[in-house]
Nanobody, 123 residues
């Protein structure tokens, strides 16, 4: 099972940008589809974006489409989430997760969750 560690969160003003990183531990990282989820205080964890194991397929939640970009570097066992035009409603703990399947936005279809990184967007 893949182990992942998220980083790059922080405090930013509305309209600003952040880049999150997710480092995976195994050489089989390149075989997994990867996704970012987020969980705001008092709310359920929700899908943000996903990328296929080759990097050619991506999927985004409507709420972030056009503002966030997911990418991966299999040589570095890392997946990224570039977040632009941040809004206060983007405030949440962001999690990285891995899946052998593609297309699901359900937390139940993903494994290898990290500890998350906090993103706070001030108005």
């Amino acid at each position: 099972q893949e182990q992942v560690v998220e980083s790059g969160g922080g405090l930013v003003q509305a309209g600003g940008s952040l880049r999150l990183s997710c480092a995976a531990s195994r050489r089989t990282f390149s075989l997994y589809n990867m996704a970012w989820f987020r969980q705001a205080s008092g709310k359920e964890r929700e899908f943000v974006a996903a990328i296929g194991w080759r990097g050619g397929s991506t999927s985004y939640a409507d709420s972030v489409k056009g503002r966030f970009t997911i990418g991966r570097d299999n040589a570095k066992n890392t997946v990224y989430l570039q977040m632009n035009s941040l809004k206060p409603e983007d405030t949440a703990v962001y999690y990285c997760a891995a899946s052998t399947g593609w297309g699901s936005r359900s937390v139940y279809d993903y494994r290898s969750w990290g500890q998350g990184t906090q993103v706070t967007v001030s108005s």
